[in-house]
């Protein structure tokens, strides 16, 4: 039974989940309704399983992304350049039926999400058959990540093909609305790393989560319900986490913010490498923060030169 690190492996994680183009406009001024408002529009490659991939990848992680993606140019170019970064890309389905998933957001001029729209639309090819048709990538992986952009019968597939693998799943739930998809799997679950919002959900609170200490004891709920180890992040407020034997919370690293988009998926990444590099799981979670704060100060979803020594350089 793995305890709150992985045991060292030269294996690729495997990687289940959205990858797609994301356009993000921040504002440059206060948002004014039914006209057009100056901004800046920047394209980048996205989708959480995607960035998550991407960031492990600098992290010198071996990594196996599953995905679909439309027969499109755009398609095209992100399996190019996923595939560049190192990415094992052959699991990756191409259809015709969807176009390659787009998330779209509106940023304020302060660097908080206003409003973000995602098209998704593409992973609903994701089957449990195609998924049972690469059930030998779970043995031959050392972990698995997904976010919950899968459907409830793919994820259910996924996490029982991990199970008879012995195959840690660590799961993101994406957002508010996608977050219940994982709720029928918790005690599967050896990471989650939620947000307020979707911590309030999965822990069934009828309040939201504005505290350190509320954060702490959704964290710990998580656990009781069979999370080996929950992380709660509060944006600039830091992040709250616990497991079956200890819990803490680790303060921002003060930065200034440019981009949210992708500032999740970098944190959730590092903890993985440092999780499966054997770090104890503070050190991980600091590691993570390091992660998210870079992102939060690059305008795009994953920071290209992201690597171990600039994030100690971050922390210090």
Same mark, same amino acid.
């Given at each position: 039974?793995?305890?709150?690190?992985?045991?060292?492996? &030269?294996?690729?994680?495997?990687?289940?989940?959205?990858?797609?183009?994301?356009? @993000?406009?921040?504002?440059?001024?206060?948002? %004014?309704?039914? !006209?057009?408002?100056?901004?800046?529009?920047?394209?980048?490659?996205?989708?959480?399983?995607?960035?998550?991939?991407?960031?492990?990848?600098?992290?010198?992680?071996? @990594?196996?992304?599953?995905?679909?993606?439309?027969n499109d140019d755009e398609g095209d170019n992100l399996i190019r350049a996923i595939s560049a970064a190192g990415a094992n890309v052959e699991a990756i389905?191409?259809?015709?039926?969807?176009?390659?998933?787009?998330?779209?957001?509106?940023?304020? !001029?302060?660097?908080?999400?206003?409003?973000?729209?995602?098209?998704?639309?593409?992973l609903s090819e994701l089957s449990p058959q195609y998924v049972h048709a690469h059930e030998d990538l779970f043995a031959q992986s050392s972990l698995l990540f997904l976010d919950a952009n899968l459907?409830?019968?793919?994820?259910?597939?996924?996490?029982?093909?991990?199970?008879?693998?012995?195959?840690?799943?660590?799961?993101?739930?994406?957002? &508010?609305?996608? =977050?219940?998809?994982?709720?029928?799997?918790?005690?599967?679950?050896?990471?989650?790393?939620?947000?307020?919002?979707?911590?309030?959900?999965?822990?069934?609170?009828?309040?939201?989560?504005?505290?350190?200490?509320?954060?702490?004891?959704?964290?710990?709920?998580?656990?009781?319900?069979?999370?080996?180890?929950?992380?709660?992040?509060?944006?600039?407020?830091?992040?709250?986490?616990?497991?079956?034997?200890?819990?803490?919370?680790?303060?921002?690293?003060?930065?200034?913010?440019?981009?949210?988009?992708? =500032?999740?998926?970098?944190?959730?990444?590092?903890?993985?490498?440092?999780?499966?590099?054997?770090?104890?799981?503070?050190?991980?979670?600091?590691?993570?923060?390091?992660?998210?704060?870079?992102?939060?100060?690059?305008?795009?979803?994953?920071?290209?030169?992201?690597?171990? &020594?600039?994030?100690?350089? %971050?922390?210090?």
């Amino acid at each position: 039974m793995l305890t709150d690190t992985f045991l060292p492996s &030269e294996l690729p994680v495997l990687v289940i989940g959205a990858a797609g183009i994301d356009m @993000v406009g921040r504002l440059k001024s206060e948002l %004014q309704p039914h !006209t057009s408002n100056p901004a800046q529009i920047r394209y980048s490659f996205g989708g959480a399983a995607r960035n998550v991939a991407e960031n492990l990848l600098h992290l010198g992680t071996p @990594v196996t992304l599953l995905s679909v993606i439309g027969n499109d140019d755009e398609g095209d170019n992100l399996i190019r350049a996923i595939s560049a970064a190192g990415a094992n890309v052959e699991a990756i389905l191409r259809t015709s039926q969807y176009p390659t998933g787009t998330y779209l957001a509106v940023v304020n !001029t302060d660097g908080t999400l206003k409003y973000g729209l995602d098209d998704m639309r593409a992973l609903s090819e994701l089957s449990p058959q195609y998924v049972h048709a690469h059930e030998d990538l779970f043995a031959q992986s050392s972990l698995l990540f997904l976010d919950a952009n899968l459907s409830r019968r793919t994820l259910r597939t996924v996490i029982s093909i991990a199970r008879k693998a012995n195959l840690a799943v660590c799961a993101d739930p994406t957002s &508010e609305s996608l =977050a219940t998809r994982l709720m029928p799997h918790l005690d599967h679950l050896h990471l989650v790393v939620p947000n307020q919002g979707e911590a309030t959900i999965l822990c069934g609170r009828k309040t939201g989560i504005s505290t350190r200490r509320e954060a702490i004891a959704a964290a710990k709920c998580l656990v009781i319900e069979g999370v080996k180890i929950a992380i709660v992040t509060m944006a600039e407020a830091g992040v709250c986490y616990a497991t079956s034997e200890t819990s803490g919370f680790v303060p921002p690293v003060r930065t200034t913010v440019i981009d949210p988009t992708g =500032a999740g998926d970098a944190l959730t990444a590092a903890v993985l490498f440092g999780l499966l590099n054997q770090m104890p799981i503070d050190d991980a979670v600091r590691l993570g923060v390091a992660a998210a704060s870079m992102t939060l100060n690059y305008r795009g979803a994953v920071v290209p030169d992201l690597s171990l &020594e600039k994030l100690y350089d %971050q922390l210090g």
